[in-house]
């Protein structure tokens, strides 16, 4: 069964980090390309960073880059974003996906 399984959201304050992990399992994790997107109540979900098979295979949408950054961890089949320089407009469920299949999502608040 595939699997994916976020953690870390949270409320932190502007300015501040959280870090993300999505955990996946029943499918081969290290031949996935990987992603995180984020919605909004009312929006559509937006791609945020994905990772391809190697490091040199990343991409981020234009206002999280030099904020976020995006890993993987093959042996533990694990996913990352580590997210810093928090916004306000980061606040949003984020999603983790792989493999063709959606995590449940975890909630990333940003408010003083």
């Known amino acids: 069964q595939v699997q994916l399984v976020e953690s870390g959201g949270g409320l932190v304050q502007p300015g501040g980090s959280l870090r993300l992990s999505c955990a996946a399992s029943g499918f081969h994790f290290d031949s996935a390309v990987m992603g995180w997107y984020r919605q909004t109540p009312g929006k559509e979900r937006d791609w945020v960073a994905i990772i391809g098979l190697s490091a040199g295979s990343i991409k981020y949408i234009d206002s999280v880059k030099g904020r976020f950054t995006i890993s993987r961890d093959n042996a533990k089949k694990t996913v990352y974003l580590q997210m810093n320089s928090l916004r306000p407009e980061d606040t949003a469920t984020y999603y983790c996906?792989?493999?063709?299949?959606w995590g449940q999502g975890t909630q990333v608040t940003v408010s003083s």
């Open positions: 996906r792989g493999a063709g299949v």
